[in-house]
């Protein structure tokens, strides 16, 4: 036997093997294309569609890749170019010179309607705020105060942010549903609940620069950047950076913390000199108290005036354990003289009416509530004011169900 292998069969199989590769080559040249040798100067084409695909995403915008290239002009075939229907949907801000504002047109009266309809929810009837959702109207003259109350009246300087803002996030959980001419209604009405216009104001695109706002000079432009940033941006301590650590503010002061009936929790975190004056705030002065003529109360019109209070709950607080919040309680108010609820801090207006002797009549009561700010010069009430004599009746008769404890 040969110590040879059988060359004829060996022979055979590397023949075969070399047609197989010769095979596989050719088929490569005709399917796969040559790499270049640099990237960054010969542009790799991976596919190329004459109408690529473009999804349509919720509220009719086309989205897709834009035409990729690697800035030599070269074009990837992904997507397209956007169309300028589909950038105008995108570009809705307002700049403070009235660019981007479109036409159109609103009226106070239709704005309260609008605003009772689809913001009064949060912002409450006459934007005074709900709970802790924002207040848009009031505050005038406190920015200068420990706690100011910042609203659109009091503070914002531009009329552009309040219709921007409106427009594009409004109302909360149906962003971008307003129509132009709903935006500058509820604008125009939002004016009007913080006196800057009155009840017969319509707002415009043509009018709209000549709104002055009340604290449009009290900003400056920001050179913290040229004059403080060196100060501050250096290398961050990472421990024993005071001596000392102490809390200087609570939430409850801030009143950021909302205070649930029937818990103590809050009370204890709240400074010792508070709790005192909120305990305090439910003796009414019995010893200055105008008799009350007492005379058989509607129940209907009770009834009435519970639901007209809910504009008033966000500030004042009626019945069993009723405390002073942002405005003072209001239980035993009917025949009681003018700012004299007890722990209350009033504003130098209410205090001196109270010391000439005014009460709180039923007549005098309706035309406060009516009007507070044309009533009394002064009044830290932002409330602006109920426009119905029925409300007006209706409150009075409710507040009249609760006397002074």
């Known amino acids: 036997m040969s110590k040879f292998p059988n060359l004829t069969l060996f022979g055979g199989g590397a023949i075969g093997f070399v047609a197989l590769a010769t095979i596989a080559v050719n088929f490569a040249d005709r399917f796969v294309a040559e790499m270049p040798e640099r990237a960054d100067?010969?542009?790799?084409?991976?596919?190329?569609?004459?109408?690529?695909?473009?999804?349509?995403?919720?509220?009719?915008?086309?989205?897709?890749?834009?035409?990729?290239?690697?800035?030599?002009?070269?074009?990837y075939g992904l997507g397209r170019a956007a169309l300028p229907e589909e950038i105008a949907?995108?570009?809705?801000?307002?700049?403070?010179?009235?660019s981007g504002l479109p036409e159109g047109s609103g009226d106070v009266f239709t704005g309260e309607q609008v605003f009772v309809e689809k913001c009064a929810a949060c912002h409450g009837d006459f934007a005074e705020g709900i709970d802790n959702w924002p207040k848009l109207a009031g505050g005038d003259g406190t920015l200068a105060d420990e706690d100011p109350l910042k609203t659109v009246g009091s503070y914002w300087p531009y009329l552009s942010t309040?219709?921007?803002?409106?427009?594009?996030?409004?109302?909360?959980?149906?962003?971008?549903?307003?129509?132009?001419?709903?935006?500058?209604?509820?604008?125009?009405?939002?004016?009007?609940?913080?006196?800057?216009?009155?009840?017969?104001?319509?707002?415009?695109?043509?009018?709209?620069?000549?709104v002055e706002m009340p604290n449009a000079d009290g900003f400056i432009v920001d050179d913290r950047?040229?004059?403080?940033?060196?100060?501050?941006?250096?290398?961050?301590?990472?421990?024993?950076?005071?001596?000392?650590?102490?809390?200087?503010?609570?939430?409850?002061?801030?009143?950021?913390?909302?205070?649930?009936?029937?818990?103590?929790?809050?009370?204890?975190?709240a400074p010792a000199e508070e709790?005192?004056?909120?305990?305090?705030?439910?003796?009414?002065?019995?010893?200055?108290?105008?008799?009350?003529?007492t005379a058989a109360l509607d129940p209907a019109l009770v009834a009435d005036g519970e639901k007209v209070f809910k504009k008033c709950k966000s500030c004042h607080q009626v019945g069993d354990g009723a405390k002073n919040r942002t405005g003072p309680m209001l239980n035993g108010i009917v025949g009681h003289p003018v700012g004299a609820v007890d722990g209350f801090k009033y504003s130098k207006a209410m205090a001196e009416a109270g010391e000439g002797g005014l009460v709180w009549t039923e007549e005098e009561l309706k035309a406060f509530l009516a009007k507070?700010?044309?009533?009394?010069?002064?009044?830290?009430?932002?409330?602006?004011?109920?426009?119905?004599?029925?409300?007006?009746?209706?409150?009075?008769?409710?507040?009249?169900?609760?006397?002074?404890?």
């Open 225 to 269: 950047a040229e004059t403080e940033y060196s100060i501050w941006r250096t290398e961050p301590c990472m421990e024993n950076c005071k001596d000392s650590v102490e809390i200087t503010m609570r939430a409850t002061v801030l009143d950021v913390t909302p205070e649930e009936e029937g818990t103590e929790e809050a009370s204890m975190d």
């Open 41 to 75: 100067t010969v542009p790799l084409k991976i596919f190329e569609s004459p109408e690529p695909e473009v999804a349509e995403a919720p509220g009719g915008i086309l989205v897709g890749a834009a035409n990729a290239s690697d800035g030599a002009g070269a074009n």
């Open 89 to 98: 949907a995108w570009n809705v801000d307002v700049r403070p010179d009235g």
């Open 275 to 293: 709790t005192v004056v909120e305990e305090a705030a439910t003796e009414a002065p019995a010893a200055e108290e105008a008799p009350v003529e």
């Open 162 to 210: 309040v219709w921007d803002y409106v427009h594009r996030s409004m109302p909360f959980g149906a962003a971008q549903t307003l129509t132009a001419d709903e935006t500058y209604a509820i604008t125009a009405y939002i004016l009007y609940s913080n006196y800057i216009v009155e009840d017969d104001f319509t707002l415009s695109h043509e009018n709209f620069l000549e």
């Open 372 to 405: 507070p700010r044309d009533y009394m010069n002064g009044t830290k009430m932002s409330f602006s004011g109920l426009r119905k004599d029925e409300d007006l009746d209706a409150i009075v008769e409710y507040l009249k169900s609760f006397a002074a404890e």
